[in-house]
């Protein structure tokens, strides 16, 4: 998930929807990046694919809705939301009180949670508050993290880094006992031959007021019957079973989050 650098929007009239009849929707242009693998990215003979675009495909086909995707450049995908080139924004946008001043969104599709990541020798088990107590924690500053880490692993040594690269160094080095960060960051990253060392021991609930709700599929204002759309067909996905069957495609642990 990431928080976007809005770019200034310019003022663009929106007809009014106050009393009117909710549109029926039969089609829906989709929009996303394009470029932010595993979620949305294409590949090298022009197929756009990833996590996010499953989930959208996945959610036209329960909804009945015929889908066409549209690829924007992230800086200018609100806008582009708001010009009408699309009909909705789905790309890992985190839902955040400044985005919502501009559109609305669906209910979360999914909330990767913070997760903790150790050497392979470490003798710690448990990724609780409980089972990191007493320990030195590693994060990088000025970020959600850091202060989830600050906050709520109060029973633990906290130390701050500029970048996550001299995190993990001195996770290597055992200079910290643990780090944690994003679930999907940690994990690829002990996936590569630059963290052969460490794995990742668990992952921990996501609290609202340090990491948002989760990223939603993004609508103009006056379409919050689409987003409400969307809302009930996530719904539906994770009750019957095709969010997990495309959730273990990309991920071995439940990205939705608590």
Not at 141 to 147: A, L, P
Not at 153 to 162: C, D, I, K, M, Q
Not at 168 to 177: A, I, S, T, W
Request: net charge negative.
């Amino acid at each position: 998930m990431r928080f976007m650098r809005l770019a200034a929007v310019a003022a663009i009239a929106i007809a009014a929807v106050s009393g009117a009849e909710a549109k029926e929707w039969k089609k829906v242009r989709m929009g996303t990046e394009g470029a932010y693998p595993p979620f949305n990215y294409t590949t090298a003979d022009g197929t756009l694919t990833g996590f996010d675009i499953e989930i959208g495909n996945a959610l036209c086909e329960e909804l009945k809705l015929e889908c066409t995707w549209v690829t924007q450049d992230w800086d200018g995908i609100i806008p582009g939301l708001i010009a009408g080139k699309f009909d909705t924004i789905l790309a890992s946008m985190s839902i955040t009180p400044e985005r919502k001043e501009k559109i609305s969104f669906s209910a979360k599709y999914y909330n990767s949670p913070p997760a903790i990541a150790v050497r392979k020798d470490s003798e710690l088990t448990e990724a609780t508050v409980e089972g990191l107590k007493g320990v030195r924690v590693g994060a990088q500053g000025s970020t959600t993290h850091s202060t989830f880490a600050e906050e709520i692993l109060s029973g633990s040594e906290v130390a701050l880094y500029p970048t996550s690269e001299e995190y993990k160094l001195d996770l290597e080095n055992g200079r910290v006992d643990a780090v944690v960060d994003d679930v999907i960051v940690v994990s690829e990253w002990v996936k590569s031959e630059e963290g052969a060392c460490c794995k990742v021991l668990g992952t921990m609930a996501s609290i609202e007021r340090i990491h948002g709700p989760g990223a939603g599929i993004g609508v103009r204002k006056g379409d919050e019957d689409l987003a409400a759309l969307f809302t009930k067909g996530i719904a539906a996905l994770r009750a019957n079973g095709k969010y997990k069957e495309i959730n273990d495609k990309y991920f071995d642990f439940d990205v939705y989050g608590d």
